[in-house]
């Protein structure tokens, strides 16, 4: 399976609270959650991308967030998100969850460079990465992802965890595709292409 990362990100680069929901940070609760604001072309292309995933990898901190209001809600019908979490093999990165609450999910505890290869191993279209920026984080920096796809919205939300440190490795990338909605969130397809070639000085 193709590894792919989905993630919502601000113009400054921000990731946490994108939604609605409150979230918690070193300094408490984030106020500035819910500034991803879907129109409905993104929404559609969120859907469609979910209905790609065979499988979903999470962090503990994202898995939780999505249990919490996925996985309790009732099929509503006409959501390709839900029927995708809802039915697709779900595998969590963490060394302290030991009692998902949530149907047909596995703990990934153990060598996670070594089941995550695995996974990726299996016939298939996507393993599907949401959220969890601490796990993108040790994915690309292990090598693992094959695929990024950036939903940036038009906002600088000015604090908050973001998708990239401020140090860390450096990656070339392929546009693979591109595309703006009418509200001005863009959404590119980036395919990591080695290191970045820098100017001689």
């Given at each position: 399976m193709k590894l792919t990362t989905i993630t919502q990100v601000s113009v400054d680069g921000v990731m946490q609270?994108?939604?609605?929901?409150?979230?918690?940070?070193?300094?408490?609760?984030?106020?500035?959650s819910g500034w991803a604001h879907f129109d409905n072309e993104a929404g559609t292309v969120m859907d469609e991308i979910f209905q790609r995933a065979d499988a979903f990898v999470f962090g503990r901190r994202t898995y939780e967030a999505f249990a919490g209001t996925w996985g309790t809600w009732?099929?509503?019908?006409?959501?390709?998100?839900w029927t995708a979490l809802d039915t697709k093999p779900k595998y969590v990165a963490s060394r302290t969850l030991t009692d998902p609450r949530w149907s047909n999910t596995t703990v990934l505890s153990g060598d996670l460079m070594t089941a995550v290869s695995e996974l990726q191993a299996k016939p298939g279209g996507e393993l599907q990465v949401h959220g969890s920026g601490a796990l993108i984080r040790w994915l690309l920096d292990s090598h693992l992802v094959d695929e990024i796809t950036l939903f940036t919205f038009p906002v600088v939300v000015g604090r908050g965890r973001r998708l990239f440190?401020?140090?860390?490795?450096?990656?070339?990338?392929?546009?693979?595709?591109?595309?703006?909605?009418?509200?001005?969130?863009?959404?590119?397809?980036y395919r990591l292409a080695g290191r970045p070639e820098y100017a001689s000085r």
């Open positions: 609270g994108p939604g609605a929901l409150l979230e918690q940070d070193e300094h408490g609760v984030f106020e500035r009732d099929d509503p019908g006409d959501s390709p998100i440190p401020d140090s860390g490795p450096d990656t070339a990338l392929d546009l693979v595709e591109s595309r703006a909605t009418s509200t001005g969130i863009t959404i590119q397809v």
